[in-house]
């Protein structure tokens, strides 16, 4: 609570875009665990919830590298304890681990400077090992391809746009077909 509290002594009372973006995140990841857990799978409230992460990847690669939220590490534990105890599948790991691994992986290739001309091949490499790391962590090696993207805007690449596009297109095409939506949602989801 004194994080807020700190944040608007340094940045203001009016929201930033930042700030947008998170309001809109947890807006549509509410919306989605509404239709899930709440009305059975309501496909509508889970097709616009699918907004959710792609924000929330994209912010992880656009915070400052270096930036490491303990808080996050507990509730991600936390997670995995009541997936435990409620005799509920581990893996995928929850998108809590998804979203460190992918914040840790950014930070390794900021260190090792693979952000320049090796970055193309960074991200055919993680379109490579997607279909193996969706069976270990949600979202799989797609979530990190998201926070490159968000990484790459902060640092006016000129690739962020051509990456982000092939991104969103790629995660557009792998919830349509992964959660089975009629077409309608698909258009709700490309939105």
């Given at each position: 609570m004194y994080k807020c509290l700190e944040n608007y002594k340094k940045y203001g009372l009016n929201?930033?875009?930042?700030?947008?973006?998170k309001y809109i995140a947890l807006a549509t990841m509410l919306l989605d665990h509404v239709g899930l857990y709440l009305l059975d799978n309501?496909?509508?409230?889970?097709?616009?919830?699918?907004?959710?992460?792609?924000?929330?990847?994209?912010?992880?690669?656009?915070?400052?590298?270096?930036k490491f939220d303990k808080d996050m590490v507990v509730l991600a534990i936390m997670m995995i304890i009541a997936d435990m105890i409620l005799k509920q599948?581990?893996?995928?790991?929850?998108?809590?681990?998804?979203?460190?691994?992918?914040?840790?992986?950014?930070?390794?290739?900021?260190?090792?400077?693979?952000?320049?001309?090796?970055?193309?091949?960074v991200?055919?490499?993680?379109?490579?090992?997607?279909?193996?790391?969706?069976?270990f962590f949600e979202y799989g090696t797609l979530g990190f391809m998201l926070a490159l993207c968000g990484y790459l805007h902060k640092k006016n690449s000129s690739l962020?746009?051509?990456?982000?596009?092939?991104t969103t297109i790629l995660y557009i095409s792998l919830q349509y077909t992964a959660d089975?939506?009629?077409?309608?949602?698909?258009?709700?989801i490309s939105s």
């Open positions: 929201p930033s875009t930042h700030d947008i973006l309501d496909l509508l409230l889970r097709a616009v919830g699918r907004w959710s992460f792609p924000i929330w990847a994209f912010l992880i690669g656009y915070a400052k590298p270096g599948p581990i893996f995928p790991v929850n998108i809590l681990i998804s979203l460190l691994a992918a914040r840790f992986y950014i930070n390794y290739l900021d260190r090792k400077k693979y952000m320049g001309e090796q970055i193309f091949w991200f055919v490499t993680l379109l490579v090992w997607y279909p193996l790391s969706a069976y962020a746009n051509i990456a982000f596009v092939a089975d939506f009629v077409w309608y949602h698909g258009v709700i």
